[in-house]
């Protein structure tokens, strides 16, 4: 008999999940998600002034080493050639980022080789660390006090609320340095922008007989509809039990909205660095689709700030205290039936668009096979407790 299932949250998670399991078993879908449109925070809509394609939650760049990933997504809508290039404001001057040959020359008013450059930033790493073990370790270890302090202490401080000394290292390893002049943000081989928005990479996801989605609709897991077999959510972990332990620490971002005509900075994405700035970053969009022609400009100052009960979660921050309570909610989660937990916001992880989609594929391969053996089914999507 055809198997009914429940799909909390229509993010990359939920529709890449239904995608594959209406596919791979006999089965009936309903996504739900609590706000008027789909997407997540990867939704995207052409704003109403300028016919810009907007990033409403915030830039988001699709970029892989996976060519399975790469041509599953571009099944759905042709990506784009894209390279995110940042620049930085620092004290008033523009470098480009990640830190590179030309910024180190620049910053430095030098006019270093790649093995002269490297040379340099040794003698003023800081050697007496030789294990970082937070974010600040991690930056003085490989760049030192002066390009750290230039680039990185005030827009971290910013965008996480706290000392980088309370923060994990491996933020800092998103961003490589290089002793080159390569200002590609990205180290990945694929890298591009949907011709059409992400919102229709999505849509075109769940646009198979056997999936229904129903927007506005608010999952409240104390009282679950009855008639589902299984349930698949991707909300917040502790929203799913009430934060009966305490709630997880989010980072959210706001956004100053304005236009300008023509162009107004030149590039998609400018960083402010410095802690007097009150905002981290510029974004001007119609930059990220540059085989559009658009007359006027639409950009987004944004902000950080400490997540509240009304706010949408964006960046989770796991510091020590978040990841004692997420092994609390872990535990919990292990204890039920019927419920399996994944993406972003259910796992509690900082995860790229393309992390989300190959752990979405990978659990819809696993829960069909455990479902067809029956054998366990497995609750998350991830297998670390951390
Ligand atoms: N970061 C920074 N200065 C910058 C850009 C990034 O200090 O100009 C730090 C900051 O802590 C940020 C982290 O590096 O959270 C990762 O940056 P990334 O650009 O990957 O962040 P995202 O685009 O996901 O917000």
């Given at each position: 008999m055809a198997q009914r299932f429940l799909i909390v949250g229509s993010g990359f998670s939920g529709c890449v999940l239904a995608n594959q399991l209406v596919q791979q078993m006999d089965c009936t879908i309903t996504i739900w998600d609590e706000r008027n449109h789909i997407g997540g925070n990867c939704h995207t809509e052409r704003?109403?002034?300028?016919?810009?394609?907007?990033?409403?939650?915030?830039?988001?760049?699709?970029?892989?080493d996976k060519k399975e990933i790469w041509d599953y997504v571009n099944s759905f809508v042709p990506f784009?050639?894209?390279?995110?290039?940042?620049?930085?404001?620092?004290?008033?001057?523009?470098?480009?980022?990640?830190?590179?040959?030309?910024?180190i020359n620049q910053y430095f008013?030098?006019?270093?080789?790649?093995?002269?450059?490297?040379?340099?930033?040794a003698t003023l790493a800081d050697k007496s660390i030789t294990d970082p073990k937070d974010f600040e370790e991690?930056?003085?270890?490989?760049?030192?006090?002066?390009?750290?302090?230039?680039?990185?202490?005030?827009?971290?401080?910013?965008?996480?609320?706290?000392?980088?000394?309370?923060?994990?290292?491996?933020?800092?390893?998103?961003?490589?340095?290089?002793?080159?002049?390569?200002?590609?943000?990205?180290?990945n081989t694929y890298t591009g922008i949907p011709e059409d928005g992400y919102s229709a990479v999505m849509e075109k996801m769940i646009a198979i007989n056997g999936i229904t989605v129903e927007l506005n609709r608010r999952f409240d897991p104390a009282a679950p509809p009855p008639g589902f077999d299984h349930i698949f959510y991707t909300g917040p972990l502790d929203a799913y039990f009430s934060h009966v332990h305490g709630r997880l620490g989010y980072?959210?971002?706001?956004?100053?909205?304005?236009?300008?005509?023509?162009?107004?900075?030149?590039?998609?994405?400018?960083?402010?660095?410095?802690?007097?700035?009150?905002y981290t970053r510029i974004t001007e969009h119609k930059h990220f689709t540059p085989w559009e022609q658009h007359q006027q400009t639409v950009c987004f100052r944004e902000?950080?700030?400490e997540t509240t009960p009304d706010d949408i979660p964006y960046y989770p921050k796991r510091l020590e205290?978040?990841?004692?309570?997420?092994?609390?909610?872990?535990?919990?989660?292990?204890q039920l039936k019927g419920v399996s937990f994944l993406g972003r916001l259910a796992t509690y992880r900082y995860m790229d668009m393309h992390h989300v989609i190959g752990e979405?594929?990978?659990f819809a391969r696993s829960f069909s096979s455990a479902h067809r053996e029956g054998s366990p089914l497995p609750i998350f999507a991830n297998v670390e407790n951390g």
């Open positions: 704003d109403e002034k300028t016919g810009v394609m907007v990033h409403q939650y915030g830039p988001h760049i699709f970029n892989t784009r050639p894209y390279v995110h290039r940042v620049k930085a404001n620092s004290k008033g001057k523009i470098y480009p980022l990640p830190v590179n040959l030309q910024t008013n030098q006019s270093f080789n790649p093995s002269a450059a490297k040379a340099f930033l991690q930056a003085l270890h490989f760049i030192g006090r002066e390009l750290y302090e230039a680039f990185f202490y005030g827009y971290t401080k910013k965008q996480w609320g706290c000392e980088p000394t309370a923060l994990p290292a491996s933020i800092l390893k998103r961003i490589p340095v290089r002793f080159n002049y390569d200002d590609n943000y990205h180290t980072r959210t971002v706001t956004f100053e909205k304005f236009y300008a005509d023509g162009d107004y900075q030149g590039l998609s994405q400018m960083n402010y660095c410095d802690e007097s700035v009150p902000f950080s700030k205290t978040d990841k004692n309570l997420l092994l609390q909610y872990r535990f919990d989660a292990e979405a594929l990978a």
